[in-house]
Nanobody, 111 residues
Framework: VQLQASGGGLVQPGGSLRLSCKAS????????MAWYRQAPGKERALVASISIGDITYYVGSVKGRFTISRDNANKMVYLQMNSLTTEDTAVYYC??????WGQGTLVTVSS
């Protein structure tokens, strides 16, 4: 499985971004998907996940602000991020099945 993340950029506090992750291969619908992030000077950490049955999980700091979704037909997973704060600044990574990683996309929240 290969993953290509996109959608990062510079946004002001309070703004929104939608990250996308395009997967290749035939296993997408059989894999749980997740978004992780790594802030400067910190370890990579789980942000949100979605199971093959569309059960979602969010880390507490993003609950109510971020929404993870998947489109199995197009092998895509999304992370809609609203009410962004400077604490959300990080490189965001797409993960498939716990084993496969995308290249990361940088999100910078700054005024």
């Amino acid at each position: 499985v290969q993953l290509q993340a996109s959608g990062g950029g510079l946004v002001q506090p309070g703004g929104s971004l939608r990250l996308s992750c395009k997967a290749s291969g035939n296993m997408f619908s059989e894999l749980g998907m997740a978004w992780y992030r790594q802030a400067p000077g910190k370890e990579r950490a789980l942000v949100a996940s979605i199971s093959i049955g569309d059960i979602t999980y969010y880390v507490g700091s993003v609950k109510g602000r971020f929404t993870i979704s998947r489109d199995n037909a197009n092998k895509m997973v999304y992370l809609q991020m609203n009410s962004l704060t400077t604490e959300d600044t990080a490189v965001y990574y797409c993960n498939a099945g716990g084993n496969y990683w995308g290249q990361g996309t940088l999100v910078t929240v700054s005024s």
